[in-house]
C-alpha cells in the first residue's frame, strides 16, 4: 500500500495553489488618477450610454461615453458634470468613459409617490426649474405646482412659474396664489398669428444659467424649448380625448442656449416627496428658516390646529412679518402633508 502522507508535517510550501482563468497576479485595489481628463457636461441618456458636452470648445460634436467599471452603479443624470477619457472625437461609433462624476450643487428629486423610498433624479446641476403649466387645456392644478415648488426648494433650485396658453383664459387668478412666495412669473401664449408671444420674460429666466423645464404633458414644454431653441426640434402633441396630455418627451434631454442650458423633461403625472420634509421647504425662505429653531419637535409648521405652537406664527403676531406670504408658504406645506 502506499505510504500516506503524515498532514502534521506539511507547511505552507507544500500547498498547491491554481491560478485562476484570468492569471495569478492579485488584483490592485489602486485606480488610475486620469489626470489629463476632459471635463464634460452630460446633455442626454438612452440605455446605458451618455451624451456628454465637452465644457472647453461648445463647438466640439458631443461624445458618446459609457460609465468606467471602478463607478460601479453610480447614478449619472443629465446636467451631472463628469470627467472623460478614451476618444472624445465625437465620431460615430466612438465611446468614450465616464471616469468621475462631480459633486452636485443642485439636485431635482421625486418619487413615485409619497411612500416610495426610492428616489429618482430627475436633473442635477440646474440653478432654476421653470414649473410650466397651462391657464387652460389642461386645466391648471395649484397642487402639482405646490409640489414642484417643494421640490425646488429642497433641492436648492430658484423656482420660475410660467404659465402657458394665456390666450385661452385669464392668467391672473392662478398667478395670484403665488405672488406673495416671491416666485418669479412669466406669461406665455399665441399672437393672432399662432406664434407663441410673451418669450421675452423666458429667454431672460434662461439665459446664461442651467434651467430644466418640468410640467404635465399637454401644458406646452417643448414648444416653449422649440421657440427658444429652434435647432431643438422637439416633437410636439396633442390633448388626448379625455384632456389629458400625451408623453411627447420620453427622456430629459438638455439644449444650449444663450451662454447656458435648456432642460426639457418627459411630462409628469405626479410629483412624489417621499425624501422631504417641512424644514427643508422652510429652509428656502432666509426670512423664515431661522424661527422654525424655536418649534417643537416635529413641527410641520402648518400653524393651528394641527401645529399651534409653532414658531412662525409668532412672527405675524409680531409684525415682523406679513401674513400673506406665511400663508403660501403653508399652502405648500399642506401639498406635502396630503401626500
Known amino acids: 500500500m502506499p505510504r500516506r502522507h503524515d498532514v502534521h508535517a506539511l507547511d505552507e510550501s507544500d500547498v498547491r495553489i491554481r491560478p485562476g482563468r484570468r492569471g495569478s497576479r492579485p488584483r490592485s485595489k489602486r485606480r488610475p488618477e486620469h489626470a489629463d481628463a476632459t471635463r464634460a457636461m452630460v446633455t442626454a441618456v438612452d440605455r446605458g450610454r451618455w451624451t456628454c458636452a465637452p465644457d472647453a470648445d461648445p463647438e466640439r460634436a458631443p461624445v458618446v461615453a459609457m460609465r ?9 443624470v443629465v446636467g451631472d458634470r463628469v470627467d472623460l477619457v478614451g476618444d472624445l472625437s465625437g465620431e460615430p461609433n466612438t465611446l468614450a468613459r465616464i471616469v468621475r462624476v462631480a459633486d452636485r450643487d443642485t439636485v431635482l428629486r ?20 421653470i414649473v410650466v403649466t397651462a391657464v387652460a387645456d389642461p386645466v ?111 427622456a430629459a434631454l438638455a439644449f444650449p442656449h444663450a451662454d447656458g442650458w435648456v432642460v426639457d423633461t418627459p411630462g409628469i403625472r405626479s410629483f412624489g416627496l417621499a425624501h422631504v420634509g417641512p424644514d427643508d421647504v422652510v429652509a428656502a425662505f432666509g426670512d423664515l428658516a431661522a424661527a422654525i429653531d424655536d418649534c417643537p419637535r416635529g413641527c410641520g409648521h402648518l400653524g393651528p390646529p394641527a ?20 400663508i403660501a408658504l403653508r399652502r405648500i406645506l399642506v401639498a406635502l402633508h396630503q401626500g
Open 68 to 76: 468606467a467599471r471602478e463607478l460601479g452603479r453610480t447614478p449619472v
Open 307 to 326: 401645529d399651534p405652537e409653532c414658531a412662525l406664527d409668532d412672527l405675524v403676531d409680531s409684525r415682523v412679518h406679513a401674513g400673506g406670504r406665511l
Open 110 to 129: 421625486r418619487t413615485a409617490d409619497d411612500t416610495d423610498p426610492y428616489e429618482r433624479v430627475v436633473v442635477a446641476n440646474a440653478a432654476r426649474l
Open 140 to 250: 391648471p392644478r395649484t397642487g402639482f405646482v405646490d409640489r414642484c415648488l417643494v421640490a425646488a426648494y429642497a433641492g436648492g433650485l430658484e423656482p420660475v412659474l410660467c404659465l402657458t396658453k394665456s390666450d385661452l383664459a385669464d392668467p391672473e387668478p392662478f398667478a395670484a396664489q403665488y405672488r406673495e412666495l416671491g416666485v418669479p412669473l412669466v406669461i406665455t401664449g399665441r399672437s393672432g398669428t399662432g406664434a407663441p408671444s410673451g418669450l421675452d420674460g423666458l429667454r431672460e429666466q434662461l439665459a446664461g444659467k442651467l434651467c430644466a423645464l418640468v410640467g404635465h404633458s399637454g401644458v406646452g414644454k417643448s414648444t416653449l424649448v422649440n421657440a427658444t431653441v429652434p435647432e431643438a426640434h422637439q416633437t410636439i402633441g396633442r390633448l388626448s380625448g379625455i384632456g389629458k396630455g400625451r408623453h411627447t418627451t420620453t
